[in-house]
């Protein structure tokens, strides 16, 4: 058996184009690179939202209330998606006096600031009501309602009594 060995003499030459691409095949390369970017995007929008969505990972939801009160009472006036109440925390800020509830659950209530489940669904649902406490008295009020698993504000009205 012969092993044939390279022979000394000229080294080899690396390759080398003796002219650049032409303009139209540059584009054609850029197009089909922008092509590539666009489908990893495009695919990246459907799929991901999906696995999300079946990975178990939670989101917050956007809760819109009633921007004016009446009778005490804050009314929730929409819920983008229904969550469970104790997945909420709700507090409302008067500047001299701050309440808190730690997890909504129906007529829970901490220091007269008060939480009710009108449809007893124990989900946040469009109107709920926050029972503003007569003690409060006059000012201006901010009452916040924030999503447990990483403390975002998904829910804010600010007024005047």
């Given at each position: 058996?012969?092993?044939?060995?390279?022979?000394?003499?000229?080294?080899?030459?690396?390759?080398?184009?003796?002219?650049?691409?032409?303009?139209?095949?540059?584009?054609?390369?850029?197009?089909?690179?922008?092509?590539?970017?666009?489908?990893?995007?495009?695919?990246?929008?459907?799929?991901?939202?999906?696995?999300?969505?079946?990975s178990g990972v939670e989101?917050?939801?956007?809760?819109?209330?009633?921007?004016?009160?009446?009778?005490?009472?804050?009314r929730v006036k929409a819920?983008?998606?229904?969550?469970?109440?104790?997945?909420?925390?709700?507090?409302?800020?008067?500047?001299?006096?701050?309440?808190?509830?730690?997890?909504?659950?129906?007529?829970?209530?901490?220091?007269?600031?008060?939480?009710?489940?009108?449809?007893?669904?124990?989900?946040?649902?469009?109107?709920?009501?926050?029972?503003?406490?007569?003690?409060?008295?006059?000012?201006?009020?901010?009452?916040?309602?924030?999503?447990?698993?990483?403390?975002?504000?998904?829910?804010?009205?600010?007024?005047?009594?």
């Amino acid at each position: 058996m012969r092993v044939f060995q390279k022979t000394k003499g000229s080294p080899e030459k690396p390759f080398r184009r003796n002219q650049p691409p032409s303009s139209h095949a540059t584009k054609a390369m850029v197009l089909v690179g922008l092509g590539a970017v666009l489908l990893g995007v495009i695919l990246g929008l459907l799929f991901v939202p999906r696995f999300l969505h079946y990975s178990g990972v939670e989101f917050a939801t956007k809760v819109d209330l009633d921007p004016k009160p009446e009778a005490g009472a804050v009314r929730v006036k929409a819920v983008e998606v229904e969550k469970p109440l104790v997945k909420f925390n709700a507090t409302l800020e008067n500047g001299t006096h701050t309440w808190m509830i730690d997890s909504l659950a129906d007529n829970r209530s901490f220091d007269g600031f008060r939480f009710v489940d009108r449809d007893q669904t124990d989900s946040l649902t469009k109107g709920d009501e926050f029972i503003i406490p007569p003690s409060a008295g006059r000012g201006h009020y901010l009452l916040r309602i924030r999503w447990k698993a990483d403390s975002s504000v998904v829910g804010y009205q600010n007024w005047t009594q």
